[in-house]
């Protein structure tokens, strides 16, 4: 038969074709001491260290291993994993061989390589112990970055903009508390419904903070802006006892001027004090910052720095200087002119934050500057812009006085324990007779019609003892302080024109009660803040959530009924059972909503 031609080209060629040598497959035993383990030793090695998923057959089996390093080289438990091994792979499919090749790798010691401390287990096992120990959770709780600066809005800013958007980290996203909180300008309705009281520093029952309520937090945080009214209360005593001594109706005094000089200097340590740590607020926690100014109350402390400062410029010693130069008033009145813009502009332009709305005596902070700077302005030798000022405030002061002084029914009565506050009414006019007295030359009659309404106003409000019955230390008080000290001061200013026993008798009284009322605040603060250390509680005010809480259910309401309506009756039976007449203040006539079931 014949051969095919292909096959006998096979037969005839001499020697196989070779194969390039980077193509050329070469086995591991054929190079001596390349690998002297076999796959086959190898495996049964770490059979005690792999888990064999159950076979389809016995002649093709699927390994899906899985290897954990020992943290011991022992061979101790070794009976527990060949155990384990036999449920792996069925008796059925075993060879006798195997379990003997089995028993030789029992008596292999393995030894394990010690772990870095970079390793990934490594990592995780000091973040375990670290997260265990409770000082360390207060070192890294994340709870309060939404209000901080570098670690909040601007952190995430920056993420952003490196094209790596900011993920936060909580266990709990849902939580108020949880550190994924990201402030936002809150409406000022949503303070009024969160808080509660003239101040509105009180939380609500049905309302939950943003920020832990269960611990204390950082100082900077509860520190809040009214601190500037001590600067105002210890500023202006500096002003009073220089008048004392330099007045002529109180000569027969004969204080000295050292005392001003002492007072001039404690208040610029207070004032460059108090504005440093309120600064570092600002720097490090500008977001508590921005919801004090966004706060219908507090926004009118923002006009106290600016205030004191004005205080010292007008109480600065003969001593140090007996003129001071003009451009000092430009510089202090021009941020006081850009937060009146902003602040007038809403009370009346209308909308959330209309006068109507917001009146509370706090608000007459915001209008003693403009008083307070054309007096320091007539006395430098100005004559417009002094008047400018004068002018704007004697606008907003009549519509600010009578807006308080009909009390609105969407302003809420006062407590008894914030009944001082009124004596924020006295402030403006005492201030204003004496700017008009220097920008005219003379205590003439409208000078005297000012300070005649202070004077009645301040009788009117001494006369109330139970004003001051019940009521506890706030540190807002200090802005209450500075009110007695102008009204004292615009007295010694009347009496150097009229001159009587009366006038001077009464510039003596009220000097003396003003400086009482600071010493014993003064003496206060340093008992609460060194003693007692409870004067910068938490300051709730900024940590009210954005969400309103969820309605109460109607079946709740008609069993209980309504919350507004039991408020009120025992807001009059508390007056009802005090010795207080003023019973008509705790009256409140019930609406149709808070009587409808």
């Not at 266990?171 to 303070?191: A, K, M, Q, W």
């Not at 977001?287 to 410029?313: D, G, K, M, Q, T």
């Not at 209309?354 to 054309?374: E, T």
């Not at 709730?540 to 009120?568: M, Q, V």
Request: glycine share 6%.
């Amino acid at each position: 038969m014949g051969e095919h031609p292909a096959s006998l080209e096979l037969k005839e060629s001499p020697e196989p074709e070779t194969v390039p040598s980077l193509l050329q497959l070469v086995s591991s035993n054929e190079v001596p001491g390349f690998d002297s383990i076999t796959v086959e030793n190898e495996t049964n090695k770490f059979l005690n260290q792999i888990k064999v998923s159950q076979p389809s057959s016995c002649d093709e089996r699927t390994l899906s291993i899985s290897i954990s390093m020992p943290s011991s080289p022992t061979a101790a438990g070794m009976d527990d994993e060949a155990q384990v091994f036999k449920n792996g792979v069925p008796d059925s499919c075993m060879a006798s061989d195997s379990l003997g090749e089995y028993k030789e790798a029992q008596a292999v010691k393995f030894l394990s390589q010690p772990m870095e401390k970079g390793s990934i287990l490594g990592e995780a096992g000091t973040i375990k112990n670290t997260n265990q120990h409770p000082n360390n959770k207060k070192l890294k709780d994340k709870r309060f970055d939404s209000f901080k600066t570098w670690s909040g809005r601007l952190e995430r800013q920056l993420s952003n903009l490196r094209g790596r958007p900011h993920e936060i980290e909580s266990d709990d996203e849902s939580s108020p508390n949880s550190g994924n909180f990201e402030p936002l300008p809150l409406p000022v309705d949503r303070y009024f419904d969160a808080l509660e009281g003239p101040e509105l520093e009180t939380l609500r029952d049905s309302e939950e903070i943003v920020l832990p309520h269960d611990k204390r937090w950082p100082f900077l945080l509860r520190y809040p802006i009214s601190s500037f009214g001590i600067c105002l209360g210890v500023s202006s005593q500096a002003i009073l006892w220089k008048a004392l001594a330099t007045a002529t109706s109180t000569k027969f005094l004969h204080i000295n001027l050292v005392i001003n000089l002492i007072l001039w200097w404690i208040s610029v340590a207070l004032i460059t004090t108090v504005a440093s740590i309120y600064l570092l607020k600002v720097i490090l926690y500008f977001e508590a910052v921005r919801r004090e100014y966004y706060h219908p109350i507090r926004v009118n402390f923002f006009f106290s720095p600016w205030i004191a400062l004005l205080f010292l410029a007008l109480g600065v010693p003969p001593s140090i200087t007996s003129k001071l130069p003009a451009a000092l008033w430009y510089v202090l009145m021009t941020p006081l002119f850009c937060l009146e813009l902003k602040i007038y502009g809403q009370w009346m332009s209308g909308g959330q934050r209309r006068l109507s709305k917001v009146a509370n005596p706090s608000n007459h902070l915001s209008i003693v500057g403009n008083f307070v700077g054309a007096l320091l302005g007539a006395s430098m030798g100005l004559k417009e812009g002094p008047v400018f000022f004068f002018a704007v405030g004697l606008a907003h002061y009549t519509v600010l006085f009578v807006t308080l002084y009909q009390r609105l029914p969407t302003n809420e009565t006062l407590p008894k324990e914030l009944h001082p506050v009124f004596f924020l009414f006295v402030a403006a006019p005492s201030v204003a007779s004496m700017a008009w007295a220097s920008i005219q030359g003379s205590f003439d009659y409208g000078s005297r019609i000012a300070y005649f309404i202070a004077l009645f106003l301040y009788f009117s409000l001494a006369v109330r003892i139970n004003f001051f019955r019940g009521f506890t230390f706030s540190l807002s008080w200090w802005a209450y302080t500075f009110p007695m000290t102008g009204a004292a001061i615009a007295t010694i200013r009347y009496s150097s024109v009229v001159t009587n026993i009366f006038t001077q008798t009464l510039s003596v009284i009220l000097s003396i009660v003003a400086t009482l009322t600071v010493t014993a605040l003064l003496v206060t603060t340093i008992l609460h803040a060194f003693v007692l250390r409870d004067l910068f509680p938490n300051d709730i005010a900024i940590a009210i959530s954005d969400r309103k809480p969820k309605p109460l259910k109607k079946w709740f309401i008609r069993r209980h009924g309504s919350l507004d309506y039991n408020k009120d009756i025992g807001n009059f039976l508390k007056f009802a059972s005090a010795d207080c007449k003023d019973i008509e203040a705790a009256l409140k006539i019930p609406t149709v909503e808070a009587t409808s079931v």
